[in-house]
């Protein structure tokens, strides 16, 4: 049981490339998140998805896209990468069970955009 | 809309000192209420959580935390820290949306030295 994984754990890009970054979990969890995280900022939301073929926006969602085809995958993608989207990112995911919902969350993925 | 303040950025402490880290929440209901603690490089890993019952919630590692209403406060305590508790620790309200899931409004964390 490898609970959420995320790939690549580490990427640099130039200004106007495109890159998909994979969230996957093996604990059949309805929810999935994308948060990035910025030095003194904490965590923001980017989007989310309730279930497979749904996604939403969350706090911060300019500049990115999503997609949850299958139920264990969440892709968040950069169509044209910028200085602004240099953080961290982190995939989440949830069930909504008796003792209410937690969120676990991905080791991140570091991205530098030059 | 929630948030979450955090007041302090950093804080130190000596190795078997008594711990307390500050959260304050806005929100106009009764919230869901989580620490998560984070150390260098990796990601977040649930302390403890409030959804409903005892104001005073037990976690992993000897941590606690009490939800004051009246105070709109979930502070987080630690009788005893160990150096190994050195981590940026983030304090989270979460409010249910209709189709589902959990939106979490972050604070923005406490760093916490630990000194021998």
């Known amino acids: 049981n490898a609970g959420v994984t995320q790939t690549p754990k580490f990427r640099v890009l130039k200004t106007g490339q495109s890159m998909t970054l994979l969230c996957a979990q093996d604990?059949?969890?309805?929810?999935m998140y994308w948060y990035r995280q910025d030095p003194g900022m904490g965590l923001r939301l980017i989007h989310y998805?309730?279930?497979?073929?749904?996604?939403a926006k969350g706090e911060v969602p300019d500049g990115y896209n999503v997609s949850r085809l299958k139920k264990q995958n969440f892709l968040l993608g950069l169509e044209s990468a910028a200085p602004s989207q240099t953080s961290v990112y982190f995939c989440?995911?949830?069930?909504?069970?008796?003792?209410?919902?937690?969120?676990?969350f991905g080791p991140g993925t570091r991205l530098l955009v030059l | 809309a929630q948030s979450v303040t955090q007041p302090d950025i950093h804080i130190t402490v000596s190795e078997g000192a008594s711990l307390e880290l500050r959260c304050n929440y806005s929100?106009?209901?009764?919230?869901?209420l989580f620490w998560y603690v984070q150390s260098p490089g990796q990601g977040l890993q649930l302390l403890l959580k409030?959804?409903?019952?005892?104001?005073l919630v037990q976690g992993i590692k000897g941590f606690e935390a009490e939800f004051k209403r009246s105070q709109s406060s979930f502070n987080l305590r630690k009788p005893s820290v160990h150096w190994s508790d050195a981590a940026e620790y983030f304090c989270?309200?979460?409010?249910?949306?209709?189709?589902?899931?959990?939106?979490?409004?972050f604070g923005t964390g406490t760093q916490l030295k630990v000194e021998l």
């Open positions: 998805s309730v279930g497979e073929g749904t996604t």
């Open positions: 989440a995911s949830s069930y909504s069970g008796t003792s209410g919902e937690t969120q676990y």
């Open positions: 989270a309200v979460g409010v249910r949306h209709t189709g589902g899931g959990n939106k979490l409004t």
């Open positions: 409030y959804f409903s019952g005892d104001t």
């Open positions: 604990m059949n969890h309805e929810y």
């Open positions: 929100y106009g209901a009764t919230p869901y």
